[in-house]
């Protein structure tokens, strides 16, 4: 197995192929086993994601392998080094410490930095984009809450309070865990210190292949609540940092009898009853299926909104160089080239608050757009009659439009949708009356014009003179006055023939032949 040159590809011996069959995988990027962990930090697009949580996006960063193969120590880095000075400062209030030491103690904790993996770094990344977001915009305000869990065994234990057993029911969109202990962190130094407690609370085992193997998976969720300065509006988005457990085989991993690899035996076959629930899930998904089952593991239900939800996902493969491990590193290598193919629609998720002003201002351009065309109607004097009763009648009146909170108790930008919505929506009644009087107006013209059709009919009635029976109602109006029109022209003009004709007649009576 190696990496090609390009560093993002990777050529390896494919184990399920009878013949030896030499695969190439393309991945965003591949790196070998001498990357340190101060490189491959910028390197995995981790910090795309943190700007994306800051800005109301979930994001999920999950590594997979197998047992041994670096998962852990890319996550986390060597526990020993997670308890490293995050803040350069040496506690010596009576400064009784001498200045040597302290520069000494200062390197020694940049030494240790230098081996920690993505979660301290991305904690650290986290508050100094947020530090400088609230120092660009003062009215924004952040706050950082976090939960730690671990699945051992299908059990769900909370590593900041050690709770055991927890509940996990579905809510909503996606399954929660109900004594998950939230705690609020204001600094790197008190998630760093959940962080580290849960490390030390989580379960590991001796196995041939790993001298500290991490039994069980662990969730550590980093949840940001975002707010305006004046708005009761609180949009939250999370992080969600997975370090699994890694797949193993049972000869390899447990080769002696005794009460312990019994009990070894157990954690690794519910390790990879979960691993496979997951790598089916990612399986179908890849595949565009819409019926996904995450019931069959904890571990997939927790990760339920992460693969099939709308939230960004960083999946990191860690694969062992070992020519003894070729059929585990191909294993894994599949299941990340299948997770490369899921195709997720990336939105975020708007509270109630927010959907609601989203629902006011397209009103308000509804209402705009429908402004600008009355506008150009009464200008223009083309309108219908019909046609402009019918839109007045069936229009919503001010009243039905109802907001959920009084304007003292709106946020800002709630006002202001709400302000622009009232004032627009008054112009557009006051346009509506301009216009209804102007229908009026043209009602009153044609019925005055109905009025005299039937005078002259009566007249023409009276004068023996015959027209058209035809209704003057619809768009027949103005042609049947024209034929009612025509046909008196004909009727006077034959009657004005026939009078001369008598005239004449009388005169040839009178004078003799």
């Not at 600094?187 to 500290?212: C, D, P, Q, W, Y």
């Not at 009243?399 to 004032?423: C, I, M, T, W, Y």
Request: proline letters at 3%; a neutral charge.
């Amino acid at each position: 197995m190696k990496s090609g040159d390009d560093g993002q590809t990777v050529e390896f011996t494919d184990p399920s192929s009878k013949l030896p069959q030499v695969r190439s995988l393309t991945f965003h990027s591949c790196v070998q086993g001498n990357m340190t962990q101060e490189n491959f930090f910028p390197l995995s697009g981790i910090k795309s994601l943190l700007s994306s949580v800051l800005s109301g996006l979930n994001s999920t960063v999950m590594a997979y392998g197998q047992t041994s193969s670096g998962k852990t120590f890319s996550m986390s880095g060597p526990e020993s080094y997670l308890g490293a000075n995050h803040t350069d400062e040496i506690y010596d209030p009576n400064n009784e410490i001498p200045q040597i030491i302290k520069d000494i103690c200062k390197q020694m904790a940049k030494e240790q930095e230098k081996l920690q993996g993505l979660i301290p770094r991305s904690i650290k990344a986290l508050f100094k984009e947020i530090r400088k977001r609230h120092k660009l915009n003062p009215s924004e305000k952040y706050t950082v809450k976090t939960s730690y869990l671990e699945i051992y065994n299908e059990k769900i234990t909370c590593l900041i309070s050690g709770k055991e057993g927890c509940n996990i029911r579905m809510s909503g969109e996606g399954f929660i865990v109900d004594d998950a202990a939230v705690e609020q962190c204001n600094n790197v130094k008190e998630l760093m210190a959940l962080f580290v407690n849960g490390i030390h609370n989580r379960t590991i085992s001796s196995t041939n292949m790993n001298k500290e193997s991490s039994r069980s998976h662990s969730l550590l969720v980093i949840y940001i609540d975002f707010q305006q300065a004046g708005s009761t509006n609180i949009r939250t988005s999370k992080l969600v940092l997975v370090d699994l457990a890694g797949s193993e085989r049972l000869k390899q991993a447990h080769g002696h009898e005794g009460s312990a690899v019994k009990r070894n035996l157990s954690e690794t076959a519910n390790i990879n009853k979960s691993l496979l629930a997951l790598s089916n899930v990612v399986s179908k998904l890849s595949q565009g299926e819409s019926a996904i089952n995450y019931r069959d593991s904890n571990l997939t239900k927790l990760l339920m909104d992460s693969l099939g939800g709308t939230c960004r996902i960083l999946l990191i493969a860690c694969v062992s160089p070992a020519k003894s491990f070729i059929e585990e590193s191909g294993n894994t290598l599949a299941f990340a080239s299948k997770a490369a193919n899921i195709v997720k629609k990336v939105v975020i998720k708007l509270s109630p608050h927010e959907i609601e002003v989203q629902k006011l201002n397209g009103i308000i351009k509804e209402l705009k757009e429908e402004n600008e065309n009355l506008k150009r109607q009464i200008s223009q004097g083309k309108f219908s009659p019909a046609t402009e009763t019918a839109t007045i009648t069936s229009s919503p009146s001010p009243q039905s439009v109802s907001l959920s909170q009084s304007s003292s108790e709106k946020p800002s930008h709630h006002r202001d949708a709400s302000g622009s919505f009232n004032q627009i929506q008054n112009e557009n009644i006051e346009l509506r009356q301009i216009l209804w009087e102007k229908v009026v107006a043209v009602e009153k013209v044609a019925q005055q014009w109905k009025n005299e059709v039937i005078v002259l009919r009566t007249l023409l009635e009276k004068n023996g003179i015959s027209y058209p029976k035809a209704t003057l109602s619809g768009e027949n109006s103005e042609s049947i006055s024209d034929e009612i029109e025509e046909e008196t022209e004909k009727q006077k003009a034959k009657a004005k023939q026939e009078l001369i004709e008598k005239i004449h007649q009388k005169k040839r009576a009178v004078v003799p032949s």
